[in-house]
């Protein structure tokens, strides 16, 4: 007879079949919307091959019996080092949206990453997770009240850090979103900037006034633009209307010396502050200099500069920069354990991962995002103890060689 395992999900065993049912069940504006990168998607895709260059090199004949693979964040004990990742608009996914996601990562013991343009709003998150460590990923607007709302609210409803986006003072090319037409559903919504979405009447937005209004009849209300920033001779005209995505979130003015001081006095000493972006030692350097609390070491899924780093790659060139001074995550192409395992022998102190949680939502709601978490700690925890670790401080660049073009190894 054949032996049952009731606490596998047979029909999704890994990452790669979560994608494979995510992507069967989710429209098509929602699956290229959320999986495709920027121009040819070579960063997106180098993001999860630059993983195969590193082997793992385990050692044997050692007591793993009994594994720890939990990390101390945030004043919180994470089940294992890792986190999901703020992603954008969650409900485009399943209804149980992002609030199914905190749910899932409470349940799981990790914590939790919130985009600004969440479809539930950070109040409601916060509630969710019950306690559980909650981080806002915050793109910093040219109109800085807008931002300082947010992150009052955040520190209000218990927000442990904010992750401030840095690579995007323009968004990269996004071809299908682009030929889609991308935009939100008229039934969903971005909360936490949903009171900016004042009605305006239509002689407001087309300069119409009173023609074409029939006696007695309420004009009918409509949204009010939202247009970009932009640059004007010697002059910066800020973005208007409504917050959105694409009009709001990039930001080309943002700088070290102006914003960054900025920030952590509006944050502090509630909120940890964070760089959501690094991918140099320079701009390393630079962060610890400025005094922000972390770096992850990013690319924004590959959604930004096509040809950047994996970050994989990039993470050896920004730990050396660190020194240990401030802590290192990074995010960015993790679909196994195994991965897990080489970017904190590579020296990150702790990883983020983003659209796996959306095929989990895809996939089944809340559950999903259990199944997704269960996968890679079960992962994680394997190959911890293959390798011949019992706890994550002992995972080193002495577990790892990398090969090169031409198959040859070298050590670390």
Known sequence: MATVHPEHDL?????????????TMMDKQTRDYYNEGSDSNTTLRENTTAYSKYRIRPRVLRDVSRI??????????????????????????????????????????????????????????????????NVLQLYLFEEREHSRKLIQRAKKAGFKAVFLTVDTPFLGRRNMEIRNQFKLPSHLKVKNF???????????????????????????MQRKASRAGYTEGNRRVPPSGPITFHSHAPNPTLCWERDIGWLKQECGPEMEVWLKGIATGEDALLAVH???????????????????????DALPEVVEAVQGKIPVHVDGGIRHGTDVFKALALGADFVWVGRPALWGLAYKGQAGVELMLKLLTDEIRLCMSLAGTTSVKEISKEYLVKMDNSGFVSKL
């Open 290 to 312: 400025h005094g922000v609390d972390g770096i992850v070491v990013s690319n924004h899924g590959g959604r930004q500069l096509n040809g950047a780093m994996a970050t994989i």
């Open 11 to 23: 029909n999704c065993l890994t990452l790669e079949e979560l994608e494979a049912h995510a992507r």
């Open 68 to 133: 720890d693979s939990s990390v101390p964040l945030f004043g919180h004990i994470n089940s294992v080092p890792l986190g999901v990742a703020p992603t954008a608009m969650q409900r485009l996914a399943h209804s149980d949206g992002e609030l199914g996601t905190a749910r899932a990562c409470k349940k799981a013991k990790v914590a939790m990453g919130l985009s600004s343009f969440a479809t539930q709003s950070l109040e409601e998150v916060a509630e969710a997770s019950e306690g559980n460590p």
């Open 194 to 220: 949903a009171e900016e979405e004042s009605p305006v009447p239509p002689e407001a937005v087309d300069g119409e006034g009173d023609s074409g209004k029939r006696e007695g009849m309420r004009p009918k």
